[in-house]
């Protein structure tokens, strides 16, 4: 079961323009939200880490809010660049262990 | 190093062969965690390790799957009986630890199964 629900699974979009992807918890309890980065054959890069008293956190174009009550995300990407192009994984996180749980992933492309 | 490092980066083997894989954690940290990426896939869990407490194993796909990790430092997972279906890339991370704390992951071992 997946406990970590990603959307959408894919989208294109233009440079120079904004997107938005969303991720849906189930994780209980939860420690901290995290969004990675993951270009292709690399391992995933940390864009942002949330704990349950935050509700946004910037990263260059890179912003992610967090409602702990409704267990949603977004991580919203400004004015998007080329290079933007990468799976993007909503990662939640257990205090017992910190055991991490990954969403499936967004897969964005950016098109000139 | 500076990074979670993660050898061999490529590993073609038979189907029925045992293949060994492993992670040099960043100095330090006491948390180390095991996923496996198939294609075009997202990461499943495998087994984490976390100071001397017992590993969390509840994410081994089967018994042919096995980790080890002496202290705090080096790990190694071990697939038994190779199949097909375990080509992926097998990706390692180390954190350490404590709440709320970076996960640094490795490049990952790409594992073939012909």
């Known amino acids: 079961k997946n406990q970590v629900e990603q959307s959408p699974q894919s989208l294109i979009i233009l440079e120079g323009k904004n997107c938005t992807l969303q991720?849906?918890?189930?994780?209980?309890?939860?420690?901290?939200l995290r969004w990675y980065k993951q270009d292709t054959g690399r391992g995933p890069v940390s864009l942002t880490i949330?704990?349950?008293?935050?509700n946004t956190k910037s990263n260059g174009r890179y912003t992610a809010t967090l409602d702990a009550d409704t267990k949603q995300s977004s991580l919203h990407i400004t004015a998007s660049q080329l290079s933007d192009s990468a799976s993007y994984i909503c990662?939640?996180?257990?205090?017992?262990?910190?055991?991490?749980?990954f969403g499936g992933g967004t897969r964005v492309l950016v098109k000139p | 190093g500076a990074g979670v490092s993660q050898s061999p980066s490529n590993k073609v083997t038979e189907k029925g062969k045992d293949v060994e894989l492993r992670c040099d954690p960043i100095?330090?940290?006491?948390?180390l965690y095991w996923y496996r990426q198939r294609l075009g896939q997202g990461l499943e869990f495998l087994i984490y390790?976390?100071?001397?407490?017992?590993?969390?194993k509840s994410g081994l796909p089967s018994d042919r799957f096995s980790a080890e990790r002496t202290g705090e430092s080096v790990s190694t997972l071990t697939i038994q009986r190779t199949q097909q279906e375990d080509s992926a890339v097998y990706l390692c991370?180390?954190?350490?630890?404590?709440?709320?704390?970076?996960?640094?992951f490795g490049q990952g071992t790409r594992l073939t199964v012909v």
């Open positions: 390790f976390q100071g001397n407490s017992a590993p969390d």
């Open positions: 949330m704990t349950f008293s935050e």
């Open positions: 990662v939640v996180a257990s205090p017992a262990g910190n055991k991490l749980t």
């Open positions: 991720c849906n918890y189930t994780v209980s309890p939860f420690s901290n």
């Open positions: 991370a180390s954190s350490k630890g404590q709440l709320n704390t970076e996960a640094f």
């Open positions: 100095s330090g940290h006491t948390a």
